[in-house]
């Protein structure tokens, strides 16, 4: 089973991701900041992580860094989900090695359908 990491400190938001990435057939598991998010990766070892980029204490951007920085997590696929949607914001995002870029609101449909052809499940 394929697992995936939501950091995200929204509740509402996370509780709908848990939900389908669960119906999806995913292994999930929660990160609320960008510091417990960085300590739960090198533990948990996700396939796949939907990284929301403003969170308490370290961003989105920062976090997405720390991870491509480490070569024992290179394999780690990564979308950002957020509302920041200007050009700019998603150059960032890629800049900071992010494997996708997915601006909320987003559809379920499309969000399942991105992390299955990052895993390779289509």
Excluded: H, W
């Amino acid at each position: 089973m394929k697992k995936i990491l939501i950091v995200d400190d929204e509740p509402n938001i996370v509780i709908s991701l848990e939900f389908l990435m669960a119906q999806n057939g995913y292994y999930v598991r929660i990160a609320r900041s960008g510091e417990e998010a960085l300590e739960l990766v090198p533990a948990f070892m996700p396939d796949l992580i939907l990284l929301d980029v403003m969170l308490p204490f370290r961003n989105g951007f920062e976090v997405c860094q720390n991870i491509r920085a480490r070569k024992e997590l290179s394999d780690i696929k990564i979308i950002m989900l957020t509302a920041k949607g200007r050009e700019a914001d998603i150059e960032r995002g890629k800049a900071a090695g992010a494997d996708s870029y997915v601006i909320k609101p987003f559809s379920t449909k499309e969000l399942v359908a991105k992390v299955r052809e990052l895993l390779n499940e289509e």
